[in-house]
């Protein structure tokens, strides 16, 4: 982002993104707890900040998050108990997701175990090397995926256990789940639903803000 901080530290209509996204979180009304992932550097920022915005309907907690993202989820999951079932994963910097795709990736994991929110992809996608088109790929089929995303505690805390033991890296957890061999169920995602990486998203979210997508 170019910005000096962490991009969800970042304001968006004012607020930090990451406070911004953990206030949509407690307002779909369905989880007991939250657990976000910060840099040791920004630790006590994130303390202040969560202060300032009490009272939570959840308990909300944070962990120093690791060296890339799926080390961050797993120290994540760690801190959660026995008594969770049901583990939403999103991408702090996703402020702008519906609580209708929470709600539905939520009940199509206690359905199926693994649920995934994508969109399909609707441009025409070019392979290339060495700044030269290689092949056109058929784009039939394909989906590009978005936060949330939704598993059975169990289910996930296993594929990222194994994927220690092999040292398989992925850029998502739904690729986790794939890989040691359970189906992921697609939900339906949203075009708004935008990951905020570069300045040109933050000046799309501000816009989506200001007229209406999120107050």
């Given amino acids: 982002m170019g910005l000096g901080v962490p991009k969800a530290f970042a304001t968006l209509a004012g607020e930090p993104i990451v406070m911004r996204t953990l206030r949509l979180c407690a307002s779909v009304g369905l989880f007991g707890r939250a657990v976000v992932a910060v840099p040791e550097s920004h630790v006590v920022q994130f303390c202040d900040l969560l202060a300032e915005g009490?009272?939570?309907?959840?308990?909300?907690?944070?962990?120093?998050?690791?060296?890339?993202?799926?080390?961050?989820?797993?120290?994540?999951?760690?801190?959660?108990?026995?008594?969770?079932?049901?583990?939403?994963?999103?991408?702090?910097?996703?402020?702008?997701?519906?609580?209708?795709?929470?709600?539905?990736?939520?009940?199509?994991?206690?359905?199926?175990?693994?649920?995934?929110s994508a969109v399909p992809v609707r441009d025409t996608?070019?392979?290339?090397?060495?700044?030269?088109?290689?092949?056109?790929?058929?784009?039939?089929?394909?989906?590009?995926?978005?936060?949330?995303?939704?598993?059975?505690?169990?289910?996930?805390?296993?594929?990222?256990?194994?994927?220690?033991?092999?040292?398989?890296?992925?850029?998502?957890?739904?690729?986790?789940?794939?890989?040691?061999?359970?189906a992921v169920q697609l939900v339906p995602g949203d075009e708004g639903n935008i990951k905020i990486t570069e300045p040109g998203d933050l000046r799309y979210a501000e816009l989506l803000v200001r007229f209406g997508r999120s107050s």
């Fill in 125 to 182: 996608l070019k392979r290339a090397a060495g700044g030269r088109v290689s092949a056109t790929v058929d784009r039939r089929g394909l989906w590009m995926v978005q936060t949330p995303q939704a598993f059975r505690v169990s289910l996930i805390r296993e594929a990222h256990r194994r994927a220690a033991e092999t040292g398989y890296r992925a850029t998502d957890d739904a690729a986790l789940v794939e890989r040691a061999g359970w």
């Fill in 54 to 116: 009490a009272p939570w309907p959840f308990r909300v907690d944070s962990v120093i998050g690791g060296e890339d993202r799926q080390e961050s989820v797993s120290l994540s999951l760690a801190m959660l108990g026995d008594d969770c079932d049901i583990v939403v994963i999103h991408d702090a910097v996703r402020p702008l997701a519906s609580s209708e795709l929470f709600s539905a990736c939520v009940e199509t994991a206690r359905r199926s175990g693994a649920a995934v």
